[in-house]
């Protein structure tokens, strides 16, 4: 089966990517603007249900964005610190924005063990859960921004093996979703693991006996986020693409697809039913990319085409 990705890259739909926000547009950005970005962001397909954007945190420090989430009406981005395309990891961090301002409200860096995390999502009580492909750390979010760091905020871990991997984390009544990023559909899965697997001993290694349900997605999967009425969405990316689904989250079954932004990361619903996401595309590691968009956004799922 060929991936969407490549079918749309024939069609050209994502040549999108390469025009540039008119100037009124680009003022509209909120938050800090990098300064290593002298020219315009790059315009964003499906342009038309974007309700906010955000220039990611921590662009100026060197950090490359990667998870996002909704958080008792903030949001929460998470990202490693490269500004090397050959480097892939460093150490990492989750930033609090505003979401009416952009401004940064608070930060507090990962375990030194993390050194991607490639995804996180609020799971309630005070928890977050940060991804970083062999293993979930639950961090008790309080405690973790009033210290600026998580060495007493870590409420515990989940080692993963096998084909289970935490290129990307979601959470939906009790569930825990983990997905993997791979180039090769053989590779691409996502696996529904159980919460209380955090209370487990933390020497335990958990593989794909331990799921609950899993089923194959598209290649090159970055975030995810469930809706309110429970369907998934799923972000797919590169350099040259970027795709958004809905499937149902039974089966996977695609029920829509969506052009996106070049880069786009992980994915998170707000209560009012806005979805929010982040790009990779201009940040440090990535500034030689044609697209130009590390940038923060909230969609309107409804206007998308």
Not at 203 to 217: G, I, K, L, Q, Y
Request: hydrophobic share 40%; proline share 5%; net charge positive.
């Amino acid at each position: 089966m060929k991936s969407p990705i490549r079918n749309l890259a024939r069609t050209g739909l994502c040549l999108l990517g390469a025009l540039v926000l008119s100037a009124g547009a680009a003022a509209a950005i909120l938050g800090t603007r990098p300064t290593y970005i002298t020219g315009e962001a790059s315009a964003a397909p499906n342009s038309q249900a974007i309700t906010t954007m955000i220039w990611a945190p921590g662009l100026n420090d060197g950090y490359v964005p990667q998870g996002i989430t909704y958080a008792d009406g903030q949001v929460l981005v998470s990202g490693y610190k490269s500004n090397d395309p050959k480097v892939g990891g460093g150490p990492c961090r989750v930033y609090r924005l505003d979401p009416a301002t952009g401004r940064t409200t608070g930060k507090f860096n990962l375990p030194p063990s993390v050194r991607h995390a490639g995804g996180i999502v609020y799971a309630g009580k005070g928890m977050l859960i940060v991804a970083d492909t062999r293993r979930l750390y639950r961090i008790d979010m309080a405690r973790a921004f009033s210290d600026g760091n998580s060495e007493r905020a870590l409420r515990g871990t989940i080692s993963l093996g096998g084909a289970v991997k935490g290129s990307f984390v979601d959470f939906r009544q009790g569930s825990i979703l983990a997905g993997a990023y791979d180039k090769q559909a053989a590779g691409s899965r996502v696996f529904f693991l159980p919460y209380e697997l955090f209370d487990r001993a933390q020497d335990t290694v958990v593989d794909e006996r331990a799921a609950t349900r899993s089923f194959a997605v598209t290649t090159m999967a970055q975030g995810a986020a469930f809706d309110a009425q429970g369907y998934l969405w799923l972000a797919f990316s590169n350099s040259k693409h970027g795709l958004v689904q809905k499937v149902d989250p039974d089966s996977g079954k695609v029920l829509q697809q969506h052009t996106m932004v070049n880069g786009i990361e992980d994915m998170g619903f707000d209560p009012e039913g806005g979805l929010w996401a982040v790009s990779e595309a201009g940040s440090p590691r990535w500034s030689k990319w044609k697209t130009v968009f590390p940038i923060v956004f909230r969609m309107d799922v409804g206007k998308l085409q």
